[in-house]
């Protein structure tokens, strides 16, 4: 017949199925496979951002450089026109001052065609790259309105596991209550050192904490020992809780 001692263990063994279960809520809060692709999501949307300002960057130096061109046409045109009129309004100007006006006339217009190709070729460069910002600032849409649902998603999650833990908590008390400060002292230390597990079932010849089998030996001896003895496993150092029917093995 089970004695206190064994009713004890019986109770902190119920104790470690609890702080079990609150460990498992625990990991699954932190590996929440909606946190993880919000994660990846926000990773993609900031590599996109940034995507997007080197080719903003990029239309913007093009764009200047346009402008720089268009000024450029502009005085040259400018230019070009005050010559053409002179040479209209020229009288009695000599051959040689015309010649010379005649060939700034014609060095402007070709600068003006060298600078006219410049502009062309700055348009087809920019043509592909607001094509791609617009793209990537869809996608970029899509990915916030991804993370904002992947959010909320992982808000329930969290709320749905505190909650759970909430109530294994409020279990706690009550299954910790009377039992020995020293025993729970030693299964705190045993739990900080061992992953969260400091008392084990034995099961047949295996311990349910590091799965190891004990040796013959020890089995018998713990077979032979008190029930309010504190059993040990030899593999993991964990409390190891006994049923009736293990140790008659």
């Known amino acids: 017949m089970q004695g206190r001692p064994q009713s004890t263990l019986a109770r902190l063994l119920a104790l470690q199925d609890i702080d079990a279960a609150l460990l498992r809520l625990e990991h699954k809060r932190a590996t929440l ?5 919000l994660a990846e999501a926000q990773q993609a949307l900031a590599r996109l951002r940034a995507s997007i300002d080197e080719a903003t960057r990029r239309r913007q130096t093009l764009a200047e450089h346009q402008a720089e061109l268009e000024r450029q046409v502009t005085t040259l045109t400018a230019r070009r026109q005050t010559l053409e009129d002179r040479l209209y309004g020229a009288r009695g100007m000599p051959g040689r001052d015309l010649q010379a006006i005649e060939g700034e006339v014609a060095q402007l217009g070709r600068k003006k065609d060298e600078l006219e190709d410049q502009q062309l070729a700055l348009l087809e460069e920019q043509e592909p790259l607001e094509e791609h910002i617009a793209s990537e600032e869809s996608r970029a849409v899509a990915l916030e309105t991804r993370i904002a649902s992947l959010q909320e998603a992982v808000v329930a999650a969290e709320q749905e596991i505190d909650a ?7 279990a706690r008390a009550p299954a910790a209550e009377g039992l020995p400060s020293e025993l729970l002292a030693r299964y705190d230390r045993l739990r900080a050192q061992l992953g969260g597990i400091g008392v084990a079932r034995l099961v047949g010849r295996r311990c349910d904490g590091c799965h190891l089998e004990l040796p013959a030996v020890e089995l018998d001896r713990i077979a032979h020992l008190p029930a309010d003895a504190l059993v040990f496993c030899e593999h993991c150092g964990r409390i190891l809780v006994r049923d009736r029917l293990e140790t008659a093995q």
């Open 33 to 37: 496979e909606e946190r993880r692709e």
């Open 164 to 170: 759970e833990a909430a109530t294994l908590r409020t």
